[in-house]
């Protein structure tokens, strides 16, 4: 603008023209100039690009470029990524709450597409795995033994593309032929040039002139042979059952392939066949086979593979379960009936077991009951309230323990409360029982039929005292020297038995039994024995023997030794013998 | 493996059906039965030792009523015309389905079988005819369906023609 002001002033100066003069000349020459170029200094000045400019414009710019191509987006998406990328890197968290109320709903509704899809796989294989109809056919063809594909096909049948025909359209040879593998067809060629044959037939005949009307589906009995004609090749198929619509899609996409793939061997055709070997693959995919079981196949064959084992699985864990149910129950009652032991409650879940009773202390163990029931004792959680039982095993196993008693002796429950003591046990421990105070449930203790087992001297001494006599003259009482000498053996052997039972606590007394033979009278035959009884236990106090220690009776002749000879019998019986009868010396003192 | 195409061509009752039965099936029949439409029979040659599929369509005679259907011809790669030798018609006529035959297959290979030349007081061609057919570029042979003499010989021929072309089948 001052370049423009200053030049005309200079040239007025200069030239001295009349200035008003000068400015309408100007005016004249360059005022429409003069506007453009201000107009276009205006222009610029509105379009130097400011942010404030930019900002104003930019979402309209942008909209308007997207609009138009991708190329803004296109430029935009690094830029965009790495602003991602660095927003993630910065605060995860942030990115992840803008997204969330997206994200939920699109994982929920892929897991509900998952599931659905997965019930409706299962459905169906479960539909045609283990239909009755299916259970039927099988039946069947294991009757009839027909393979039970056949049975299937007799009954599932939709269709099935039994052949398929690539026949040269002009010359009507066959190019290629495919058959499924139960099919012979070893006329093919001949089938291929009738099935022209007759479209010429046809065509000649009920086609509009020149119009080239084909017959393009004709049937069988059941089945449906379809044509589909190209310029150089038709495809013919040979269909069992019904035809789907789909088919002739497919047939119409094949031919159109081949018409591609092998445009000029079509054209160039002059009767061989080789160039077309590979069209082979392709009428395969044509041939197939649609039973109404089998719409899922695929899907069944994956629901098998893992139905199976899961089945057998099943069955296993199952059986399993029954067999360690069984075991819990028989453990459970086994416990229960054992001595000592109740069972109040016994549950048993997945993993752990847990039992709850009474216990008596004497009673066995319940875990090792369990463990020879095969239950597993480390998953058993048990407790037992100590308690006194009153079942007869138990008083014996009570009694037992109480009365230490040895393995020699047997304990038996007679009645109610009486405990019978059999077998044999040192004379010791014998007086020890009897010292003991009874144990709860016992209120008799018999020791009648226990063997006492005393000390080997003692017992030696024993014997010999027992089977001492000392023999007497008929109708006498009278000591006579051999009687006399055998009352000092006698008071020997018993000063001996004394002094070897006296560590167990044992004193023997001397029981004597007086006897006559059985001549006489009885009262005179009693009395008899009486002196005789009288006159040994007297001979014995002189040898020595505290008369404490003696005691005995005579009894006449009522109750006899035996002895097998008459003679021998009278003079055994008049006689005193001898019983030992043991008591403990710490009851010498009781009353 | 190559395949030929070959249509039988001539008038009704003129051994057509009879030439391709003997050659194929080495069967003859004299009980008469005219064919209707098309049959398509099947014989394997070798030619110098390939195999050749040659797939015979026997068609319809020709009659008063009605020509032969030249779509049956369409693709051909070999005609073999047959005359019956005892009806000099049939040559005549043979002439005159050379024109619609090459119209519809084009100028394929072919024969001209005179059929029938067991039949020896009926026959009525002349070797006048045949020189004439010669020099017409036909290639006649002569052929008996019931006896087979010249049967091989012509579709040997014929195969060899439309494998080689007719000069290998010359030699």
Known sequence: MTTEADSPETVERNGQPEPAAFDRLRDLLVGPERERLEDAERELEAARLTPERLAEHLPEAVAIRGRQDRRLARALTPTVERALRESVRRNPRELAAAIFPVLGPAIRKAVAETMAGLVRTINTAIQHSFSVRGLKWRWEAWRSGVPYAKVLIRHALVYRVEQIYLIHAETGLLLAHVAQPDLTTPNADLVSGMLTAIQDFVSDSFGPQGSGGRLRTFSVGELTVMVEPGPHAVLAAVVRGQAPEGLLETLQATVESIHLDFGDALVEFEGDTAPFASAGDRLAECLETVLTTDRDDPSKRVWLVWAVPLVLLLVGWGWLRVRANQRWDAAVAAIDASPGLVVVEAARGFRRASLRGLRDPLAASPKALAAGFGLDTVALDDRWEPYQSLEPAMIVARARAALRAPESVSLELRGVDSLLVTGRAPVEWLWAARATPLPAGINRVDYSALVPVLPAEAETHRRELESSRVLFGVGSADLDPAARAAVRTIATTMRGLQSALAPTGTRAVLELTGRTDPTGRDDANQALSQWRVDGVRGALIAAGIEAELLSGRGIGSSSPIAAPAAADRERVNRSVSLTIVLEPVASKGTP | ?171
């Not at chain 2, 011809?73 to 043979?94: E, N, W």
């Not at chain 2, 072919?110 to 070797?127: C, F, G, H, P, Q």
């Not at chain 2, 057919?133 to 003499?149: F, N, Q, V, Y």
């Open chain 2, 1 to 171: 493996m190559i395949q030929k195409k070959v249509c039988m061509v001539g008038v009704y009752g003129t051994g057509k059906t009879c030439l391709v039965q003997r050659f194929v099936h080495s069967i003859f029949s004299t009980r008469y039965q005219s064919t209707v439409g098309v049959k398509i029979d099947r014989k394997v040659v070798l030619v110098d030792d390939e195999p050749v599929t040659l797939l015979l369509w026997d068609l319809e005679g020709r009659d008063h009523s009605h020509d032969i259907a030249p779509s049956y011809l369409r693709g051909a790669h070999g005609l073999i015309y047959v005359v019956d030798g005892t009806r000099r018609d049939t040559l005549d006529q043979a002439f005159e389905l050379r024109d619609l035959a090459e119209r519809a297959a084009g100028p394929v290979p072919s024969v001209i079988a005179l059929n029938k030349m067991d039949l020896r007081d009926d026959w009525v061609l002349e070797s006048g005819d045949i020189d004439r057919l010669a020099s017409e570029s036909w290639h006649p042979l002569r052929t008996s369906a019931k006896t087979g003499e010249g049967v091989e010989a012509a579709f040997g021929w014929l195969a060899r023609a439309t494998v080689g072309g007719a000069d290998k089948a010359d030699t």
